[in-house]
């Protein structure tokens, strides 16, 4: 019998670093499953998450701009394979596990709300006396409860190092656990690259986006540190560019020099702490994969720069503002109706409760389903 899986974690054990998991020592499911014959366990997560409905609804949420305005600009679902790219490189370069890395980043949103971090505020304030509402919890939720299409088990059945991973905000909380199991101080090495993967993305995208959309201007980006020295190792490299294939490549750069960092303070880390396992990464004085001092100060810059002249701006603010308002009155709307919500989502309504089931609801809506469902029920018709 081919016994592909078998010879996969032969070479994991071979060439992984000692700090990095192997798929043959995952702490396993929730629910018990025979190992398939083919696939790690981790490989095997990864298509299942790629095959959910949580998954491709990426497609229609927003990044920055609203999903519809523009067929360019990113999207949940590009953003999530820009970011398991950059993981992915920078997992085989630490030489971490590729698949588990790959895993968690291709999850970590899929428990995002339609338009953005707006939305997300929105929600967990409408949610405040029920729990609250953050993405990367619901996320987790996503796989454990909402996403069901198996009829062995509810969720997913995600191994647990992939769903640990999308536990970044709880692991620092003092001996916090999944399953028994402790998920911090620190996460593994493959949930830290998946996190900074995240940074690294959207601080070169976004103004790419920015760009497109006339927001943003290469005379304003040339106040920042961050953009110049991406500049000017465009003009280092290359000669005669039209101004087109000069933002490309500083684009690039700006993805290119946070990589180099990231990588350059990561071995600085490791040979500092020298972990000899992934308990010693998690237990470690400090996080493993980030950025020098240095380069937090450029991009803390950076970031202030965006948020002022990008994410602030009105032609961001305004529509997005607008769509949140939409969402929040949708959302009422099915707590005070909620047989007006989907077959499955009214099945949990006893095991879930009412609120939480209308917010699992509202978070899986893409962008232009909720403003659909808006319209269906007539909610637009106060909104001038």
Known sequence: MNQARKDWEAIEEEHLAPYA????ESLGRRHAESGHPLRSCFARDRDRILHS???RRLEYKTQVFVNGMADHYRTRLTHTMEMAAAGRTLARILKVNEDLTECICLAHDIGHTPFGHAGEHALNALMKEQGGFDHNLQSLRCVEVVESPYPAFQGLNLSWEVRAGLLKHEAHVENAQLDGHPIGPFQ??????????????????DVDDGL??????????ETTEFWRMAAAATRERYANL???????????????????DVIGQSFQSLERHRPG???EVMGAPERTVDFSPGMKEILAEFTAFMFKNMYFHHGVADATQKSVEMMRKLFLHYVGQPETMGRKARARLESEGLWRTACDYVAGCTDRYAIEEFKRFGLDRDVQ
């Not at 998991?21 to 043959?24: F, I, K, L, P, T």
């Not at 101004?243 to 990589?259: C, G, S, V, W, Y």
């Open 277 to 279: 396992s992934v308990g």
């Open 21 to 24: 998991v192997r798929s043959a």
């Open 242 to 260: 039209t101004e087109d294939q000069f933002l490309r490549a500083t684009i690039r750069n700006l993805l290119e020099l946070q990589m180099v």
């Open 212 to 221: 497109e959309a006339g927001i943003v201007t290469p005379a304003q980006l």
């Open 188 to 205: 593994s090495l493959e949930a830290q690259v998946s996190d900074i993967a995240d940074d690294m993305t959207y601080h070169a995208h």
């Open 53 to 55: 409905k949580c998954f």
